[in-house]
């Protein structure tokens, strides 16, 4: 019945998975012991929001596609949304995103100036990325690099909800890890994105084009890990290793299951190891703050 809502239907929480790994890892990062129980509580607050926010304005932006969805490979079958079925208005849903938009802002503001700027960045990516005039996500290129940047912008909110400590190198490979982990999942949505009309990279490039992209991220990313693993602190050598570990076995596992240009990959090779890891990263960075 909980699932059957037409608000968790809105907001798609299984998908945010993908989203709380890299908050988490960067939870891991900046957790200390001054860390104080508010900024835990506000900055989680405000991620939910930004996250109710971004899936809200997608589907306010993807009425058109999301009809055309036949339930394969997503977190839901997306012609189920309440916009798709007429469960909501579009101005209902407008008013919701507004409110998703002001609470994401006023959670952030009760935990640091520099948390406030990852959030409104957040909140201006989710909106660039699904509407118009950009709506990036029908722009080859373009919508890796709004998944990639949202990945290292959710990794950044989530270190900064503690001390900010910002490796570079560490935060190149966060967006080079978030395009090779987001080029599969706009292959899967290859036939319904077409047939929508949308030209995101899979339907320009072609499977063969993004998989030897992948090929490339996969290399880069294994190099600046090895880097990371000589150069970093050993919590950075940490996630480094789960990084060149993991990586390679997702590329090959996405080229073994790609059809001409549909990729044939079920969704739990990205949200159970997302999952697993999200929820280790977490206790690890609660743990530093009590311990
Ligand atoms: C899914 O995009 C939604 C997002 C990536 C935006 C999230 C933004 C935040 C600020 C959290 P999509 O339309 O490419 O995929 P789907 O087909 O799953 O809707
Ligand atoms: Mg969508």
């Not at 900024?39 to 304005?57: K, P």
Request: net charge positive.
């Amino acid at each position: 019945m909980f699932r059957n809502s037409w608000l968790i239907r809105l907001i798609r929480p299984i998908a945010w998975i993908v989203f709380l790994l890299p908050v988490m890892v960067g939870f891991y990062l900046g957790a200390s012991k001054d860390t104080v129980p508010g900024s835990i509580i506000f900055g989680f607050g405000a991620i939910f929001f930004v996250l109710c926010f971004g899936f809200s304005v997608n589907a306010l932006g993807d009425v058109d596609v999301d009809m055309y969805h036949d339930g394969r490979t997503k977190d839901m079958n997306l012609s189920r949304q309440p916009l798709v079925t007429g469960e909501i208005s579009m101005l209902q849903a407008k008013l919701l995103g507004l409110l998703f938009l002001v609470a994401s802002l006023l959670c952030a503001l009760l935990v640091g100036i520099y948390f406030v700027l990852t959030i409104i960045i957040l909140d201006t990516i989710g909106y660039v990325y699904s509407l118009a005039p950009l709506r990036m996500k029908k722009r080859p290129v373009g919508d890796v690099i709004c998944n990639a940047l949202l990945g290292v912008f959710f990794f950044l909110t989530g270190m900064t909800i503690g001390k900010v400590y910002v490796n570079p190198l560490l935060v190149i490979t966060v967006f080079l890890m978030a395009s090779n982990f987001y080029i599969p999942t706009v292959m899967t949505d290859y036939e319904f994105d077409k047939k929508g009309g949308l030209r995101t990279s899979a339907v320009v490039y072609g499977g063969k084009l993004l998989i030897i992209g992948m090929y490339l991220l996969t290399a880069t990313i294994c190099i600046f890990g090895v880097v990371l693993i000589l150069s970093a602190s050993f919590e950075v050598q940490i996630i480094a290793l789960i990084i060149i570990i993991y990586t390679p076995i997702f590329t090959l596992v996405t080229k073994n299951r790609l059809l001409g240009n549909q990729l044939m990959l079920h969704k739990n090779w990205i949200l159970i190891p997302f999952g697993c890891l999200t929820f280790v990263f977490f206790c690890l960075g609660l743990f530093k703050i009590v311990a």
